[in-house]
């Protein structure tokens, strides 16, 4: 009779732990209005250890003159290849987006064009630091995407309409950490407490770069 109670606090202890909640971001630009291509990144609280995700390929292409997809987010270890389908070069490069700016790079290489008819050349590389990577092109300036390198497995990037979904998070004390590609300033993490189904907004001041060139094109008409 005495062990009655533990018992059953063990059980609920048991069934606690194999409980997977969803989680819900919503992020909001300076504006207010819903902010895509945002990354969200769930970490575990101070303490607490964090799973390995299982590694990915993807490929990012290069073609007319852009990477494709522009941002994308994969767990640590995992392989870009990066192929070109343009019939003409480039020399792609990539780094975390402080480095890529003061000219270092963490990769580069250069792509032959794409003959028809022919795979498209490519080369890959493992993502092995979790961050942010900047890429860009030595060719063509305008050239600018992005990979992130999530150090958990609960990572996604956010849609047109500003919201990501993450499945399978275990329920608990968590970090949320938000980033754009078009962030001045990192964003402080935000501390959730994650339940069954769980909503989120986090505001950001990010102002996205389209929108500030359609500032910047007004501004000029005055
Ligand atoms: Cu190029």
Not at 27 to 36: F, N, S
Not at 72 to 83: L, T, Y
Not at 211 to 217: E, H, W
Request: glycine share 8%; with cysteine; net charge positive.
């Amino acid at each position: 009779m005495r062990h009655a109670p533990l018992l059953a606090a063990c059980l609920l202890a048991g069934l606690h732990a194999a409980q997977a909640a969803t989680v819900q971001v919503t992020v909001l630009a300076r504006d207010g209005k819903p902010l895509p291509d945002a990354v969200v990144v769930l970490e575990p609280a101070a303490g607490q250890p964090v799973p390995a995700a299982q590694p990915i390929s993807q490929t990012v292409t290069q073609e007319k003159m852009q990477f494709d997809p522009m941002l994308s987010v994969v767990p640590v270890g995992s392989k870009i290849r990066f192929a070109n389908l343009d019939r003409w070069d480039h020399h792609v490069k990539g780094g975390t987006p402080s480095l890529l700016s003061a000219g270092t790079t963490a990769f580069e290489f250069r792509l032959a064009g794409r003959v028809q008819g022919q795979t498209p050349p490519s080369s890959e590389v493992t993502m092995e630091k979790a961050g942010p990577i900047q890429l860009g092109c030595h060719l063509h300036g305008s050239m600018r995407g992005f990979v992130y390198v999530a150090p958990t497995p609960w990572a996604a990037k956010t849609s047109a309409d500003g919201t990501a979904t993450l499945p399978q998070v275990p329920e608990g004390a968590m970090q949320l950490r938000v980033w754009h590609p078009d962030q001045l300033v990192d964003q402080a993490s935000v501390a959730l407490q994650v339940q069954p189904v769980t909503t989120v907004n986090v505001p950001t001041l990010v102002q996205p770069r389209k929108a500030r060139r359609v500032q910047s094109d007004s501004g000029s008409t005055y």
